[in-house]
């Protein structure tokens, strides 16, 4: 793969957070504004960031910078819970997690079988990512290894960050999307061996959730964990009440829904469990004494019913947390607009969540929860160059309440309440655009 990559000059008004934080209190002290800065970009990486009077001697000569004034300039976000063969069924009506499953997800993915199909979605997929600023995805494929191909290599092609698997799923589901223990394993670990590492790719081994795995299936990924130690696992739990009593009833031996991962090698720095809604007191100490990591998904635990994700015994507990879209039981590609659904989500059980703190969860936040803030979540010298160019003002509304905004942290909250797809002006990943709103 042979992708220019120019040095690039970057000037505008800059956002970010300069250290990792154990506590939402901490974020604050830790945010960087440099309201007339620039960034240099070579081969993809940060070469200088500071005030633009600082550096623009060093602007390699022939360079034109662009400059993004009156713009506001972010690290790239970063979703930590997706499933990609969902896209299509975004908006499915009217269902709980076990019925919307079986009525819209698996008659969905059913076709991701087909490559060329696969392709297609994966393109949309990145497209959606990219307009909405995403630069970063923690991404669930179907059954199929050619829909783990075809997002990867759809990915490759403009060298974004991608970390994705193939769904593991040997029982309760339809035969159509069944795989078994046997061949999920041989089949992840051949996708890992393709594209784990491979430039910005990483692999996340897939179990769907407990109730679709036997226990010979999760036997496997766990064996794979094991053999594959900087993989990524990636998993459902306790999301709906029902499911629980479904995960206890198969799994009897088990004192707890985590414990059927956990037994098997499933916990750890880089096991991802979404929505985690409803845990008891003995999974929330496996999950501190694990390192292991939340995504919480806001609109996808309202659009089905599951319920509220309590943020801040998750920060007591000393638990990570990505904030996630969850597309497609999640309603929207914007983490922006996710953002606002999480604020309400802390608001409803009395919790704040502060402008700050969402645009931490977004960018550095979620990379320390994926071990990625040594690549990417801020603009800090050496770093991958993923960073988001935001019109604060794109519609009328947003206008009044800007010039109504007398700081940084009243106008990102408007951004993130009124805020959407519209306010992503320029993504570019790996140091180029690789979308422009037009």
């Known amino acids: 793969m042979n992708l220019e990559n120019s040095p690039k000059a970057i000037r505008g008004n800059f956002v970010d957070f300069v250290n990792v934080v154990q506590s939402h209190e901490e974020i604050e002290s830790n945010v960087r504004h440099i309201q007339d800065g620039l960034l240099l970009v070579k081969n993809g990486k940060i070469e200088w960031f500071g005030p633009w009077e600082d550096g623009r001697h060093l602007v390699p000569e022939g360079v034109t910078v662009s400059d993004y004034s009156g713009k506001m300039i972010v690290p790239g976000f970063i979703d930590g819970h997706i499933h990609y063969p969902q896209t299509e069924m975004i908006g499915a009506y009217g269902e709980q997690l076990l019925e919307w ?33 995403t630069t970063t995805a923690l991404t669930f494929c179907s059954v199929h290894p050619e829909s ?7 990915a490759e092609q403009i060298n974004m960050r991608i970390i994705a698997g193939k769904v593991m799923m040997d029982r309760n589901a339809p035969d159509y999307l069944l795989d078994t223990a046997q061949s999920s ?10 594209w784990h590492e491979k430039g910005r790719s990483l692999y996340a081994i897939t179990p769907r959730f407990a109730p679709t795995s036997t226990p010979e299936q999760l036997d496997a990924a766990g064996a ?6 900087t993989a990524y696992m990636q998993t459902h739990l306790s999301e709906n009440k029902n499911e629980i009593a479904w995960v206890k009833s198969l799994f009897p031996e088990s004192s707890s829904y985590l414990d059927v991962y956990h037994r098997r090698g499933l916990t750890g720095k880089r096991s991802v469990f979404a929505h985690c809604i409803h845990l008891e007191d003995e ?8 390192n292991s ?11 089905l019913g599951s319920g509220l994700f309590d943020w801040r015994r998750s920060e007591k507990n000393k638990v990570r947390i990505t904030t996630s879209t969850d597309v497609g039981a999640g309603t929207s590609f914007s983490l922006i607009q996710t953002l606002n659904e999480a604020y309400k989500v802390l608001q409803m059980q009395g919790q704040k969540m502060s402008a700050f703190e969402s645009l931490y969860s977004a960018t550095l936040g979620s990379a ?10 801020n603009f800090t010298v050496g770093k991958e160059a993923d960073f988001v160019v935001l019109n604060p003002t794109a519609t009328p509304l947003q206008q009044l309440r800007y010039d109504n905004s007398k700081s940084l ?18 993504t570019y990943v790996d140091g180029r655009v690789a979308y422009e709103r037009t």
Request: charge should be negative; include cysteine.
């Open 409 to 426: 942290q009243d106008k990102l909250f408007v951004l993130f309440t009124l805020g959407d797809d519209r306010n992503v002006y320029r």
């Open 185 to 194: 394993y041989d089949e992840s670990k051949a996708l890992i061996g393709r």
């Open 148 to 154: 783990v191909d075809a997002l990867f290599e759809t």
């Open 101 to 133: 499953l079986n009525n819209y997800t698996f008659p969905t993915e059913r076709r991701y079988g087909d490559k060329d199909y696969a392709k297609d979605k994966a393109n949309f997929f990145v497209k959606q990512l990219l307009r909405n600023g």
């Open 368 to 377: 320390a929860a994926l071990s990625l803030e040594d690549k990417i979540g």
């Open 283 to 290: 999974e929330w100490d496996c999950m501190r004494e694990t």
């Open 224 to 229: 794979l964990m094991k053999e594959h130690p």
């Open 293 to 303: 990591v939340i995504a919480f998904c806001p609109t996808s635990n309202f659009y």
